[in-house]
């Protein structure tokens, strides 16, 4: 800050400061008048020269008056003309100044006994004279030749015109005190200075920091943006590796072969989990992260998230379990969020567990929030336990306790996004850990009561457990998709669950194939695809539903982006649901099996 713009002294009146001077100095005019009135009226003498007293309110309400105009037309003003607002409130004070004086030599000229009237005189005197310091802060030099012209003078009238020797005593206090007044009248000059010139450093700090804020803002967004079409384009080609690794898997391999493809494969999830960390952390870094605010069942996540989990317990010898306590049936917050949370806690717990049990508790208690409650949430398990040193830095990012067991692998990311996700969901984290003995991770999240009619609705989405049908209806898919190596993916997957494909590589070409005599049992529309996306593909399909009076087909997306923005996108098309790239053959099967027990529809 050292070349600030901001080093102004009192050689350069600035706009601030002249707008300072014409708001204290607006209504100062009107003590001198009252003053003098309360001096000449207090002479019997001077009360019989109201022609006189007149001409001299004549003038101080004339210089008032001018104040007035003068502030108004500066106060009102963006662009002030400095060198000319300067020289006319030279011009009021000098005047007032010379006219306070004149009409004070006049009363000591009819008056000059030291009496009732010269002393309201010397008191209104000493008065204005702190006013005026007050006044003319933000300039020495008006100051200077006001006090000039009011002192001198007025001394000078006082020891020429009054009767001695009070005249004497009179003059010494008029130049002591016009002396004393001068002096403080500097050092506030000083001081006013002083401080304009650090509010203004602090408002270009301020201007400063701001613009840094800006800049930090827009490269946390930069590298956000930079990670997430990134992540997008990594999506796709994963899509290929781990699509091909689960073919192979179902085919006719030796036991070596098999062992393999199962690296591939647990590598390739791996892959993705990092990724999709990485992808988290930046969107909460650079506060881009939106959660919802949607009426769920919290029972409904935590199956999922036991049931997504629960092929790995096959692995282990642990059993997980889980106790509800009472809680509400549906709840409003995000639920998307709420499964990331659970999910990152147990997929940790059965990480760092050989074997026992791993168990997820849930409870409730009430909030001091009106139509709030607090769901707690407890993942215990009888793992390898953490010290109490190393539960101080576990929930900071890229933190990991060195363990010397190399199928343990992390990238220290899943417990401080967790952290922050609950703190952005305005909840509270904690562990509780005896090394070999196991741990308690505790997650407390406020969640707001649905209103009557939002609990009579059924959920838009019903997320029951994954149930598998055992009703294998073939169905007839219509698949639009324009990577080769995804069409070829989803083909076999599809074939695999008994079901028969079309193919359309662009969204044009599945409008056609929607519209011609075949009919389909699901849609899965690739999202970004040449000529017409799915989106307006889905959007066209459902008009011509609409039109043609045709139940609606289940259209499911399938896209690399993993953004809400892009998956809400989906749904206000028209499409029922989506499957994030890349996608397992249980997420195919899934879905495939929903529409068969009309699950979707
Ligand atoms: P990572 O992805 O590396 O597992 P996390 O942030 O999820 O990263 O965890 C950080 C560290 O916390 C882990 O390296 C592990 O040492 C420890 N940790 C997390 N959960 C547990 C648990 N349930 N039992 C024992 N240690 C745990």
């Not at 009237?117 to 006044?135: F, K, L, Q, Y």
């Not at 004393?180 to 509010?199: H, M, P």
């Not at 650079?286 to 999922?304: D, G, H, T, Y």
Request: with cysteine; charged share 20%.
């Amino acid at each position: 800050m050292n070349n600030s713009r901001y080093t102004l002294g009192d050689q350069q009146l600035n706009d601030i400061s002249l707008k300072d001077l014409a708001r204290r100095s607006r209504y100062g005019g009107v003590f001198y008048l009252l003053a003098f009135w309360a001096a000449a009226f207090s002479s019997t003498t001077a009360r019989e020269h109201i022609d006189i007293i007149g001409v001299f309110s004549g003038c101080f309400l004339l210089l008032q008056i001018y104040r007035l105009v003068l502030f108004l037309k500066v106060s009102s003003s963006n662009d002030i003309d400095i060198s000319t607002c300067f020289p006319r409130y030279a011009f009021i004070y000098n005047s007032s100044a010379i006219v306070w004086v004149s009409g004070s030599a006049w009363l000591f000229y009819i008056n000059p006994i030291v009496d009732l009237a010269v002393t309201i005189n010397m008191m209104a005197a000493a008065g204005i004279s702190i006013g005026g310091v007050t006044v003319l802060a933000p300039s020495y030099k008006l100051m200077r030749s006001y006090f000039v012209l009011i002192c001198f003078p007025f001394a000078l009238a006082a020891g020429l015109l009054l009767n001695e020797p009070g005249n004497l005593i009179v003059v010494g206090l008029i130049i002591g005190y016009g002396l004393f007044i001068f002096i403080t009248g500097k050092q506030q000059n000083r001081v006013y200075w002083q401080a304009l010139n650090d509010n203004l450093k602090l408002s270009e700090q301020a201007e400063e920091l701001e613009k840094a804020k800006v800049e930090a803002e827009r490269a946390g967004q930069a590298k956000a943006d930079f990670l997430a079409a990134m992540t997008h384009e990594i999506r796709t080609p994963m899509n290929g590796v781990l699509g091909m690794a689960q073919l192979l898997s179902m085919g006719d391999l030796n036991e070596q072969q098999q062992q393999q493809v199962t690296v591939i494969n647990n590598a390739g999830r791996t892959l993705m989990h990092i990724i999709n960390n990485i992808l988290d952390y930046s969107k909460i870094n650079a506060e881009q992260l939106e959660l919802e605010k949607i009426p769920f069942s919290s029972r409904n996540v935590i199956n999922e998230v036991m049931l997504l989990l629960s092929p790995q317990f096959d692995k282990k010898p642990i059993k997980l379990t889980c106790a509800i306590d009472d809680i509400p049936e549906l709840v409003r917050g995000d639920p998307y969020r709420l499964h990331q949370i659970l999910y990152n806690l147990v997929g940790n717990a059965f990480k760092f567990t050989d074997e026992g049990e791993i168990s997820i508790e849930v409870s409730c208690k009430e909030s001091d929030e009106k139509n709030t409650i607090i769901l707690s949430f407890a993942i215990r398990d009888s793992g390898i336990g953490i010290s109490p040193e190393n539960q101080q830095k576990i929930f900071e990012q890229f933190y990991q306790v060195s363990h010397f067991n190399p199928n343990i692998r992390g990238t220290g990311l899943g417990l401080s996004i967790t952290k922050r996700l609950v703190d952005l969901m305005g909840g509270t984290m904690s562990v509780e850990s005896i090394v070999g003995t196991g741990s308690v991770f505790t997650v407390t999240l406020p969640f707001i009561l649905p209103s009557e009619d939002v609990l009579n609705q059924p959920l838009l989405e019903s997320t029951d457990k994954f149930e598998i049908s055992d009703v294998q209806r073939p169905l007839h898919i219509l698949l639009a998709e324009d990577n080769k190596v995804n069409q070829m993916i989803c083909e076999q997957f599809f074939l695999k669950l008994g079901c028969s494909v079309d193919l359309a590589e662009t969204g044009v070409m599945a409008l056609e194939k929607f519209n011609s005599s075949q009919r389909y049992d699901i849609i899965f529309m690739d999202c970004n695809m040449p000529e017409m996306d799915g989106f307006l593909a889905t959007v066209a399909i459902r008009q011509i539903e609409k039109d043609k009076g045709f139940n609606q087909t289940p259209i499911i997306a399938l896209t690399a982006h993993v953004e809400e923005s892009v998956k809400r996108k989906c749904l206000e098309s028209g499409m029922n649901t989506f499957l994030s790239k890349p996608f397992l053959f249980e997420d195919l099967e899934s879905i495939v099996n929903k529409v068969r027990m009309g699950k979707i529809k």
